[in-house]
């Protein structure tokens, strides 16, 4: 039975209704989303952003016998309230280093407390007594004053925030993700391209790529766990060391590796391959010569977004201890480190007030970071692809 021209246009009419209330759903997914992130970027910045300025004072010095002991006693005492603990404990080792400065003087800007700190930045005040007076006394002295904070990039963890820095995660997570992409990368490559170009078509091999199709998806600290009883327990690998979390990440980046180098052999085009028989080159020789080079630019955006999830993981490298206190820079791949996701950690669970925007400031460093690897694999990408 045909239908009315009425009816046929009811029905369009709430077709059209249904798509239009669809792309308005959508559209306001979006936007939420865009909002959200909008925030958090926002509160990141409104709260990282200090802690790339640091409070200095300036102090009048005098290198006595009584401050060789007691690097306090260096300073004029009032003003000494207000210094880092940092710098009084260096004073010591300064004059024990070079005892020419015995009986000597010189004025030297120093890093100044934490609660200085946050007074300038106009955060909680918990300076006491007249210390406030005074701080305002020397700020319009000149005396005390925000400067770019070099200590937060040219020192490792801290007990006192002031002194604290990410030197020694950085350096912790430089050398794990170089044993990750040691590990990870020619190991993934290699499965890749015997499961995509030599390996027969059997169920042992279904059961592989569906195995690490799994593992790409199951949670990270699993990874850490599995580290934690092979890598640790059962081999020795020294806990808290680069060595075993770049291992424990190297699990964690290989199905990644993997499935990125799969989907770039198969985008190079049969004809390639069929060419490179056609003239006599062994399977090997078609592979290495023309296939490889073809699918590398896929081959290194896969690794780079693998090498940047890596870089961004914290569970499995708490299992494994890398979020031991580290001031200074591990000086193997052996010793005890941490990483920077791990250091982030740490200072989030400090109750001091300046570990806050240590925190944030920690947080836009690795974002930064992790931008940039992104976009460079994005760059890589649309610059060596080639469409076929």
């Given at each position: 039975?045909?239908?009315?021209?009425?009816?046929?246009?009811?029905?369009?009419?709430?077709?059209?209704?249904?798509?239009?209330?669809?792309?308005?759903?959508?559209?306001?997914?979006?936007?939420?989303?865009?909002?959200?992130?909008?925030?958090f970027f926002a509160d990141m910045l409104g709260k990282g952003l200090p802690a790339f300025q640091q409070t200095y004072v300036q102090v009048e010095l005098e290198y006595t016998e009584e401050a060789s002991r007691m690097g306090r006693a260096a300073m004029d005492p009032e003003v000494?309230?207000?210094?880092?603990?940092?710098?009084?404990?260096?004073?010591?080792?300064?004059?024990?280093?070079?005892?020419?400065?015995?009986?000597?003087?010189?004025?030297?800007?120093?890093?100044?407390?934490?609660?200085?700190?946050?007074?300038?930045?106009?955060?909680?005040?918990?300076?006491?007594?007249?210390?406030?007076?005074?701080?305002?006394?020397?700020?319009?002295?000149?005396?005390?004053?925000?400067?770019?904070?070099?200590?937060?990039?040219?020192?490792?963890?801290?007990?006192?925030?002031?002194?604290?820095?990410?030197?020694?995660?950085?350096?912790?997570?430089?050398?794990?993700?170089?044993?990750?992409?040691?590990?990870?990368?020619?190991?993934?490559?290699?499965?890749?391209?015997?499961?995509?170009?030599?390996?027969?078509?059997?169920?042992?091999?279904?059961?592989?790529?569906?195995?690490?199709?799994?593992?790409?998806?199951?949670?990270?600290?699993?990874?850490?766990?599995?580290?934690?009883?092979?890598?640790?327990?059962?081999?020795?690998?020294?806990?808290?060391?680069?060595?075993?979390?770049?291992?424990?990440?190297?699990?964690?980046?290989?199905?990644?590796?993997?499935?990125?180098?799969?989907?770039?052999?198969?985008?190079?085009?049969?004809?390639?391959?069929?060419?490179?028989?056609?003239?006599?080159?062994?399977?090997?020789?078609?592979?290495?010569?023309?296939?490889?080079?073809?699918?590398?630019?896929?081959?290194?955006?896969g690794s780079i977004i693998g090498l940047a999830q890596a870089m961004g993981e914290t569970a499995p490298l708490i299992i494994v201890g890398m979020v031991a206190f580290i001031p200074d820079v591990s000086p193997s791949f052996t010793q005890a480190a941490t990483v920077l996701p791990?250091?982030?950690?740490?200072?989030?669970?400090?109750?001091?007030?300046?570990?806050?925007?240590?925190?944030?400031?920690?947080?836009?460093?690795?974002?930064?970071?992790?931008?940039?690897?992104?976009?460079?694999?994005?760059?890589?990408?649309?610059?060596?692809?080639?469409?076929?």
């Open positions: 039975m045909s239908q009315s021209f009425d009816v046929i246009s009811s029905q369009l009419k709430k077709r059209h209704r249904r798509s239009a209330r669809l792309k308005w759903i959508s559209m306001s997914a979006l936007g939420l989303a865009g909002l959200f992130l909008v925030l000494a309230r207000l210094v880092s603990r940092t710098f009084e404990r260096l004073i010591p080792r300064m004059i024990r280093d070079n005892p020419d400065l015995l009986g000597t003087s010189e004025t030297r800007w120093v890093l100044a407390k934490s609660e200085v700190d946050q007074y300038l930045k106009g955060h909680a005040n918990k300076l006491r007594g007249n210390e406030p007076e005074l701080v305002d006394e020397l700020v319009e002295a000149g005396r005390v004053d925000l400067r770019f904070n070099t200590t937060f990039f040219s020192r490792g963890d801290s007990k006192m925030a002031e002194s604290a820095g990410i030197l020694a995660a950085a350096v912790g997570t430089v050398m794990t993700l170089l044993v990750t992409l040691a590990i990870a990368f020619p190991i993934g490559v290699m499965t890749a391209v015997y499961l995509e170009e030599f390996a027969p078509d059997n169920r042992l091999t279904q059961l592989i790529e569906i195995n690490i199709n799994n593992l790409a998806a199951i949670p990270s600290i699993l990874f850490g766990l599995l580290g934690l009883a092979i890598f640790i327990n059962f081999f020795g690998v020294p806990r808290s060391s680069p060595l075993v979390g770049g291992m424990t990440l190297a699990l964690m980046t290989l199905p990644v590796i993997i499935i990125a180098t799969r989907t770039a052999l198969r985008s190079v085009p049969d004809s390639i391959r069929h060419a490179a028989f056609g003239v006599g080159c062994s399977r090997w020789q078609v592979v290495r010569d023309h296939v490889l080079p073809l699918a590398m630019p896929g081959i290194m955006t791990a250091q982030i950690f740490t200072w989030a669970g400090e109750p001091e007030r300046a570990f806050v925007e240590k925190t944030a400031g920690g947080i836009l460093v690795l974002l930064a970071i992790l931008i940039f690897l992104n976009a460079s694999a994005v760059l890589l990408r649309k610059k060596f692809e080639r469409r076929w």
